[in-house]
């Protein structure tokens, strides 16, 4: 089992809300990173792309429903 700390544990969850948010809401960016208490979007941006691979934006692009 891998051992991860508190706040990786917590940061990682944040980010999956943040994922089913951006597929299943029209909220604006900053509007989700306010929701989950990032201190700013650009932090909520970086920490997404960092655990992602890719920024919000192109997450909710991929994941648009035509």
């Known amino acids: 089992m891998i051992r991860q700390s508190v706040s ?13 948010l951006l597929k299943t809401t029209v909220l ?3 509007e989700i990173a306010d929701m989950l208490a990032f201190n700013t979007p650009n932090y909520f941006i ?3 792309r960092d655990i992602t691979g890719m920024s919000p934006a192109q997450y909710r692009k991929k994941w648009k429903i035509e």
């Open 46 to 48: 970086q920490v997404f």
């Open 8 to 20: 990786s544990f917590i940061r990682t969850a944040k980010i999956e809300r943040a994922k089913t």
């Open 28 to 30: 604006p960016i900053h």
